[in-house]
């Protein structure tokens, strides 16, 4: 009926049996990014968010996200996620801030991790968003999307930038 494995023989949604698939080590690095103003940026920096140390409590919504991706991707697996890294890298251009977001998620199992990577960054950039909109509504979340992954049957995958 269609080449998505996600659907059965009736056209409904299912989820995909791994049972076959070989264990590996699979890795996937996503990247997001969210757009402020100066003044968000300085109050980041100088970490005067009335809501706290905005860094540290976005890492830590994106690892949990990372966790809990199975829960609200109706699809996905379970995975047991054996590290998940946040890092963060500004980007200035003349009056604009760019908070760039880049999520390591790394698991042994029998599918892939993009999807737990993926969260993480949208979450992690929500996260800043939800703790700086007292100050300005008007940030931008910018693009997510699937920097590499590593592992499984399809092997290497690099985003060409």
């Known amino acids: 009926m269609t080449d998505f494995s996600h659907i059965n023989e009736q056209g409904r949604a299912k989820m995909v049996d791994i049972s076959d698939k070989k264990v590996t080590s699979r890795t996937a690095i ?3 990014s969210i757009f402020v103003n100066k003044e968000i940026y300085s ?5 005067t968010i009335g809501k706290g140390d905005v860094l540290s409590v ?3 919504a994106g690892i949990m996200a990372a966790k809990q991706t199975s829960t609200i991707i109706p699809m996905c697996h379970p995975l047991p ?4 890294n946040i ?3 500004w980007v200035q251009d003349k009056d604009t801030y760019e908070l760039v977001i880049t999520v ?8 892939g991790v993009e999807m737990e990577a993926l969260t993480a960054a949208s979450v992690t950039a929500l996260t800043v968003y939800d703790m700086c909109k007292a100050v300005d509504k008007g940030m931008i979340i ?3 999307y699937l920097v590499e992954k590593t592992g499984g049957k399809s092997g290497i995958y690099r985003r060409e930038e």
């Not at 109050?43 to 970490?47: H, N, P, V």
């Not at 390591?104 to 599918?111: H, I, N, P, Q, V």
């Open 58 to 60: 976005a890492q830590v």
């Open 142 to 144: 910018g693009q997510t």
């Open 104 to 111: 390591e998620a790394k698991t042994k199992g029998s599918t």
């Open 87 to 89: 890092q963060f890298d």
């Open 81 to 84: 996620l054996s590290g998940v």
């Open 30 to 32: 996503a990247r997001s």
């Open 43 to 47: 109050k980041i920096i100088d970490q």
